[in-house]
């Protein structure tokens, strides 16, 4: 082996885990920090545990929430965009049955009135 060019190797590095777990092990690194070991790790021990880095798992819930709240606006849109074409469709109807009289001969029958009077 080349001299100068190898790591320091630590034979009693320490690991220390997020759930106060600790051992010793050989490593190029004196202490070493994690996040789940075989005690605290769901596949070993049978429990569910979401394990948050940086918040992952509230900028989701955020997500997932703010996705409902724009399905909701959404089928709010949706039907009052059909309430709307329901009535057009009722005004259309009362004017195709209702006939009107031209504007002139209401403005005839206002100058009438108000002559009347």
């Known amino acids: ?6 790591p320091t190797w630590y ?3 320490k690991v220390v885990c997020a759930c106060g777990n600790t051992w010793t092990t050989g490593s190029t690194v004196e ?3 994690v996040d789940v070991c075989s005690n605290c790790h769901p596949f070993f021990t049978g429990q569910q545990r979401i394990v948050d880095r940086a918040g992952r798992v509230e900028r989701f ?12 606006e959404a089928k709010d849109r949706e039907k009052a965009r059909r309430e709307r074409e329901k ?14 009289s031209p504007l002139e001969g209401l ?4 100058a009438e009135e108000s002559a009347a009077d």
Do not use: N, S, Y
């Open 107 to 110: 403005l005839e029958g206002q």
């Open 31 to 33: 202490e070493i920090r």
């Open 87 to 100: 009535a057009r469709q009722l005004v259309e109807l009362v004017d195709e049955d209702e006939e009107i």
């Open 61 to 72: 819930a955020r997500k997932v929430e703010t996705a409902q709240r724009l399905r909701e």
């Open 11 to 13: 034979p009693e590095a």
């Open 1 to 6: 082996m080349k001299k100068g060019i190898h």
